[in-house]
């Protein structure tokens, strides 16, 4: 079964600076795509950037970034130019080509300080 | 384009007495759709998902079901809460064909049950 690891419970950035959150995946297919949602004190869970297997490149979304490392199986976000609304819990999610589930793992909690 | 509306956005419910929650899609024809639940400190868990009117399939065999009467509409049910089903529950989407689509959360719903 695939699994998602987030190994960061809870990580803290200065306003205006850079800060990664890791991810790492377990799994034995190929053809699978990768996410990273936000979900702020709302509740709401809010696409931030998606990946695909498949593509060599780095996606890439205004101050969101990622690092995807296929044969390493991992899948970090960066955020740069940190903002107040940047504070979330953030969480990793992966899903197989081949199945409808979305499999997350436990979330980081991103604080941004002013 | 597409949205998506869950209700009731919170509920407070004794122990033993039934729920429906609804949730519906705008703006797309024949989506995938699912419902999640998201226990405190958790990351979320896949409960229900549905391809087509009357096709529900279940992750995790419990006292809820679901049931979706109409293209965009998809609702969970219980007849007798336990108080082990107080959470956080977010309706989702994704377009048809399925695979890779990125799936896309409503507003969620507060469960306590009491």
């Known amino acids: 079964a695939q699994t998602v690891t987030q190994s960061q419970p809870e990580m803290s950035v200065q306003e205006a600076e850079t800060v990664t959150l890791s991810c790492t995946y377990d799994?034995?297919?190929?053809?699978?795509?990768l996410f990273w949602y936000k979900q702020p004190p709302s509740r709401q869970m809010i696409l931030v950037i998606r990946?695909?297997?498949?593509?060599?490149q780095n996606a890439t979304e205004n101050r969101f970034s990622v690092n995807f490392q296929k044969a390493a199986k991992s899948f970090s976000l960066k955020i740069s130019d940190s903002q107040l609304g940047d504070a979330a819990m953030y969480f990793c999610?992966?899903?197989?080509?081949?199945?409808?589930?979305?499999?997350f793992g436990k979330g980081t909690l991103l604080t941004v300080n002013p | 384009s597409q949205t998506i509306h869950q209700w009731p956005a919170t509920l407070v419910q004794p122990v033993g007495s039934p729920l429906s929650l609804e949730c519906t899609v705008e703006g797309t024809s024949n989506p995938n759709l699912y419902w999640y639940r998201q226990a405190a400190g958790r990351g979320l868990q896949l409960l229900f998902y549905?391809?087509?009117?009357?096709?529900i399939s279940s992750e995790v065999p419990q006292n809820l079901s679901a049931s979706r009467p109409q293209d965009r509409q998809f609702i969970l049910s219980s007849k007798k809460l336990l108080l082990s089903d107080s959470g956080f529950y977010l309706c989702?989407?994704?377009?048809?064909?399925?695979?890779?689509?990125?799936?896309?959360f409503g507003e969620g719903s507060w469960l306590t049950v009491v």
């Open positions: 990946q695909e297997a498949y593509k060599q």
């Open positions: 799994t034995s297919e190929s053809d699978y795509y």
């Open positions: 999610a992966y899903r197989s080509s081949s199945n409808y589930k979305l499999t």
């Open positions: 989702a989407w994704s377009a048809f064909p399925n695979s890779g689509n990125t799936i896309y």
């Open positions: 549905s391809v087509g009117i009357g096709q």
